[in-house]
């Protein structure tokens, strides 16, 4: 007869090491999964879904002012409903080439090269450190 350890099988601990294995294995399981990129963190989908939405938002909302002054100078409905769905047409194709992993910020920072650009984090002049307002009181000595 082989030896348990002084552990009865189909005891609690015996139950209790099954699970810590079993939950140990799945865990090794989906770290696996997450390195050959069949797993992804829920946090980062709502993270690139709030990217991707926001765009959609903030594209949508300017479509009002891209379209009111060439529809204001039209006479036809037709005309103008070319013009909105031209309009429409060019932001969901903008929307198609969205790329939620590429930061906002970075793609302006490397399209603006004048000299004028607050790209750098160093200042180009010292600031001067001079006091503002009325000056002190001079202390008084009394006797």
């Known amino acids: 007869m082989p ?6 099988i189909g005891s609690s601990y015996d139950e209790a090491r099954t699970r810590k294995v079993n939950a140990e294995a799945e865990i090794a399981e989906l770290e696996l999964a997450k390195v050959h990129g069949t797993l992804v963190v829920a946090e980062d989908v709502v993270k690139a879904w709030e990217d ?15 379209a009111a002054p060439v529809v204001s100078a039209e006479t036809e409905a037709g005309m103008c409903q070319n013009i909105l769905e031209d ?24 399209e603006e090269t004048s000299e004028d650009s607050n790209t750098d984090s160093k ?11 009325r000056p002190k009181k001079a202390a008084r000595l009394t006797k």
């Not at 030896?3 to 009865?8: A, D, F, I, R, Y």
């Not at 991707?52 to 891209?66: C, F, Q, Y």
């Not at 047409?89 to 906002?104: F, I, M, Q, T, W």
């Open 52 to 66: 991707v939405l926001g765009a959609l938002k903030g594209k949508l909302l300017s479509i009002p002012t891209k």
């Open 87 to 110: 309009l429409l047409n060019e932001a969901l194709e903008e929307l198609s080439n969205y790329d939620p992993s590429v930061n906002a910020t970075e793609t302006k920072g490397t």
């Open 3 to 8: 030896s348990t350890g002084g552990v009865k």
């Open 123 to 133: 200042a180009t002049t010292k600031t001067k450190r001079k006091s503002v307002g």
